[in-house]
């Protein structure tokens, strides 16, 4: 079974600092593209940004990056220069590449100091 | 562009009772998603409809829970009779297809509190 694990619960940066979020995932399959959500708060989830396991490129987006090491299965998520409205919970999600089904790991909850 | 509406926000019932939960995609997205994140973990799927059809209900508890998607817009997600451990938050999500790179966009969720 593909399983998706954030191995931490909580992490605190102070604004304009950077911060990386861990993700590690098990997968056998080769097709697979990986996500991180951002859930405010209010609940919205909404997508931070993903990857395409096939490129090696590391995604990018504003702020945003990850770095991306397919041996290992390791997916984490680097936000710079770290803003107010970056706090929320942060889950790391996969998915096969054949499949719609997201599954999720347990979150990272980012508290944003001043 | 409107986004995914979900309703009601919060509610209470007791246990053995039943509630009901609605969810209006975004407009023109075939694909719709209920999903149950319960405190402390991610969301995991409930069901996942293609228009009005079924793709993945395997992890829905049949023996109490049951969605529809009529004419392929609006959903319903019912649960009946309500157990202690459904309280959780019911996220509805849509997107215009389904697999590889697409995204989902997903609803403020339906905080159930089952007492």
């Known amino acids: 079974a593909q399983t998706v694990t954030q191995s931490q619960p909580e992490m605190s940066v102070q604004e304009a600092e950077t911060v990386t979020l861990s993700c590690t995932y098990d997968?056998?399959?080769?097709?697979?593209?990986l996500f991180w959500y951002k859930q405010p708060p209010s609940r919205q989830m909404i997508l931070v940004i993903r990857?395409?396991?096939?490129?090696?490129q590391n995604a990018t987006e504003n702020r945003f990056s990850v770095n991306f090491q397919k041996a290992a299965k390791s997916f984490s998520l680097k936000i710079s220069d770290s803003q107010l409205g970056d706090a929320a919970m942060y889950f790391c999600?996969?998915?096969?590449?054949?499949?719609?089904?997201?599954?999720f790991g347990t979150g990272t909850r980012l508290q944003v100091t001043l | 562009e409107a986004g995914v509406a979900q309703s009601p926000r919060y509610k209470i019932i007791e246990k053995r009772q039943s509630v009901a939960f609605w969810c209006n995609p975004i407009?023109?997205?075939?694909?719709l998603y209920w999903y149950q994140q319960i405190l402390g973990q991610g969301p995991k799927l409930l069901i996942q409809?293609?228009?009005?059809?079924?793709?993945?209900d395997s992890q829905l508890p049949k023996d109490r829970f049951s969605a529809e998607r009529l004419k392929g817009v609006d959903s319903t997600l019912k649960i009946q009779p309500a157990k202690l451990e459904d309280s959780a938050v019911y996220l509805c999500?849509?997107?215009?297809?389904?697999?590889?790179?697409?995204?989902?966009?997903f609803g403020p969720g339906t905080r159930l509190t089952v007492l």
């Open positions: 999500a849509s997107s215009p297809d389904w697999g590889g790179r697409v995204e989902q966009f």
């Open positions: 997968t056998s399959e080769s097709d697979y593209y």
């Open positions: 990857q395409e396991a096939y490129k090696q």
């Open positions: 999600a996969y998915r096969i590449g054949t499949a719609s089904k997201l599954t």
């Open positions: 407009s023109g997205h075939a694909t």
């Open positions: 409809f293609q228009n009005n059809g079924v793709v993945d």
